[in-house]
């Protein structure tokens, strides 16, 4: 019983371009939604938030999206810089839990 | 501050052996986490602490796990009678009471556990 998704094992994006991670949620339940990144050997990193009262909320070159009606979920990094190569993990809230999808492994090449 | 801080950050144990983490939060932080991931897997939560209180256990939790945050402050994880499916990724984490959405965890860099 997958809740979060992240159907894109990998993404690879060339410097300065726009990266989008995606990420699917089916428990209309979840009140917040958290994008952390992982780089090899060290815990996760908390990137950015939204609420699920809001559609988008945006952190410098990070932007999320939320829509609510489709159940998805995007994060958006512009322009792309080679040290945000690493795992993206989309997480959702619910009640004390963080409900994790799978990650996404984004590579940007030079 | 610091950091969440987790020793050892690597285990290789034989099945059957019985081992123990510890994970320390960073000072102010009243909620500690205790998550579990393999390759190609999100982080699965384990269990969670509110200061000294075991507030919450997953079903993942068998009754050979068990987690205790004596003063609140750090925390141990025990598995007994390891089993070659217990080799993961255990992550700490901890965070202020306002919960992980409105006050973000902050996670160690784990506990690589190998059961040969």
């Known amino acids: 019983d997958q809740q979060v998704k992240q159907n894109s094992p990998s993404l690879s994006v060339q410097e300065g371009r726009i990266s989008i991670l995606n990420c699917d949620y089916t428990?209309?339940?979840?009140?917040?939604f958290l994008w952390y990144k992982k780089y090899p050997a060290e815990g996760p990193t908390f990137l950015i938030s939204?609420?699920?009262i809001k559609d988008k909320n945006e952190d410098g070159r990070f932007t999320v999206f939320l829509n609510k009606s489709a159940k998805h979920l995007s994060l958006h990094i512009v322009p792309s810089q080679p040290g945000d190569s690493a795992v993206y993990f989309c997480?959702?809230?619910?009640?004390?839990?963080?409900?994790w999808g799978a990650g996404t492994k984004l590579i940007i090449k030079p | 501050d610091t950091g969440v801080s987790q020793n050892p950050r690597h285990k290789i144990t034989k099945r059957g052996q019985n081992v123990t983490f510890r994970c320390d939060p960073i000072s102010e932080h009243n909620r500690l986490y205790w998550y579990r991931q393999t390759l190609g897997q999100g982080p699965e939560f384990l269990t969670y602490?509110?200061?000294?209180?075991?507030?919450?256990k997953s079903r993942l939790l068998s009754d050979r796990f068990s987690a205790e945050r004596p003063k609140g402050s750090f925390s141990t994880l025990e598995i007994q009678r390891t089993e070659q499916g217990d080799s993961a990724m255990y992550l700490c984490a901890s965070s202020l009471a306002r919960g992980p959405g409105n006050s973000p965890l902050h996670f160690g860099n784990g506990t690589r556990l190998t059961v040969t």
């Open positions: 428990n209309s339940m979840f009140d917040y």
């Open positions: 939204i609420s699920s």
């Open positions: 602490f509110q200061n000294e209180a075991q507030l919450e």
């Open positions: 997480a959702a809230r619910n009640g004390y839990q963080l409900i």
